[in-house]
């Protein structure tokens, strides 16, 4: 992890993800905090039942998808991945769950918002896409979907000032 993860997590302990956003200037935190990353599974039909599985933490920019669901874990190998997210919850989700190691059921749908360079190997599978998707699909229920996004450049993080 980079400097920034543990300034983050250090931030995230005096202040709310709000203030942070309102002082920092660094694109970063904006990506890192920013409400508006939700929107990129706002889509999917989840109902009440729902169990669902995100694989990578990403600064829990996505638990507001647990929400109405029954379910939502989080399954990232990196200690400081999961007490950023640790930190932004607080005691506000009792449906959500933080995962360093793989979880033991199956979902409704597994998600991956982001891929970074890197991260496959983090999951103790190839640098390969297609191996990834398998091992990810290893934690869906018969019927379920599994629901990845590609970075682009008009994504979010461009948007917000990241270099190409």
Known sequence: MNEFIYDLIEKLE????????????????????????????????????????????????????AEGIKAFDIFDPSENAIAVVRRRLGDRADNIGLFKNEPKKLYDAVLIPFIREGMLSSYGVSSELEPFLEYCSRFLKKDGCLVFAADNSDSLRYFAGKEK
Do not use: H, N
Request: aromatic share 14%; proline share 6%.
């Open 14 to 65: 005096e202040k709310d993800p709000r203030e942070i956003l309102a002082e920092e200037t660094d694109p970063e935190y904006y990506y890192a905090l920013s409400e508006a990353r939700e929107d990129l599974f706002e889509w999917l039909p989840l109902r009440q039942d729902s169990e669902v599985l995100m694989i990578g933490a990403e600064y829990g920019a996505f638990c507001g998808l």
